[in-house]
């Protein structure tokens, strides 16, 4: 099972930076984590993966030289450092985990995850 809690979304300016934490409290070892948000009346979009055992990582286009995605295996921790954050980053952000392989080929597409956490806000004003 696997348990997701994400924190650090918070209120800032544009061009301020914010890092989000993604806590997994279960015990099934996923094979991917991503980040994906979802700004309101818009699809959920993927925005950052790590594939858990190389630490590959891939990112969106809109997010790439500005967001950077890490992990802490010792603390089960998913996290998203973003900088020079833009009006159009505001969204709700959700952490997201993948147990099987079908993620490595797609990791930026939320059918890939079969794991949630529940989001955490994050709004950039101008």
């Known amino acids: 099972q696997v348990q997701l809690v994400e924190s650090g979304g918070d209120s800032v300016q544009a061009g301020g930076s914010l890092r989000l934490s993604c806590t997994n409290s279960?015990?099934?070892?996923?094979?991917?984590m991503a980040w994906f948000r979802q700004a309101q009346g818009k699809e959920r979009e993927g925005v950052a993966a790590i594939f858990t055992s190389a630490g590959s990582t891939y990112y969106a286009d809109s997010v790439r030289g500005r967001f950077t995605i890490s992990q802490d295996n010792a603390k089960n921790t998913l996290y998203l450092q973003m900088n020079s954050l833009k009006p159009e980053d505001t969204a709700m952000y959700f952490c997201a985990a993948g147990v099987n392989g079908y993620c490595y080929s797609n990791y930026l597409k939320a059918t890939a995850y079969g794991y949630w956490g529940q989001g955490t806000q994050v709004t950039v004003s101008s």
């Open positions: 279960g015990y099934t070892y996923s094979t991917c």
